[in-house]
């Protein structure tokens, strides 16, 4: 069993900045991707960005130069730095983790989403 938990959204003004961060815990014996994705009101999620654990990361052309993603994998953790909030910015983010099973087996895990609204 493996339990993604999130942390660090709300509510900021266009130009902000919030700090997401995301804790896989459980029966873990490898994290080879973890990543931000995003979902606004009727639209389909997208992947904002994402770290491998060779440490090669990849974002949506919409975030570069904005957002950067970072990982603590002793502590099995990611971050998501967000610096010039838009309100175009504004979904639910969940946190996505690959995760490789002391019996090899690999499986997909998400946290349970975090709000973030960038409103005046």
């Known amino acids: 069993q493996v339990q993604l938990v999130e942390s660090g959204g709300g509510l900021v003004q266009p130009g902000g900045s919030l700090r997401l961060s995301c804790t896989a815990s459980?029966?873990?014996?490898?994290?080879?991707?973890m990543g931000w994705y995003r979902q606004a009101p009727g639209k389909e999620r997208e992947l904002v960005a994402g770290?491998?654990?060779?440490?090669?990361?990849n974002y949506v052309d919409s975030v570069k130069g904005r957002f950067a993603i970072s990982r603590d994998s002793a502590k099995n953790t990611v971050f998501l730095q967000m610096n010039s909030l838009k309100p175009e910015d504004t979904a639910v983010y969940y946190c996505?983790?690959?995760?490789?099973?002391?019996?090899?087996?690999?499986?997909?895990?998400w946290g349970q989403g975090t709000q973030v609204t960038v409103s005046s």
């Open positions: 996505n983790a690959r995760v490789i099973s002391y019996t090899y087996y690999t499986s997909n895990y």
């Open positions: 459980g029966s873990i014996f490898r994290i080879n991707f």
């Open positions: 770290i491998t654990d060779g440490g090669i990361t």
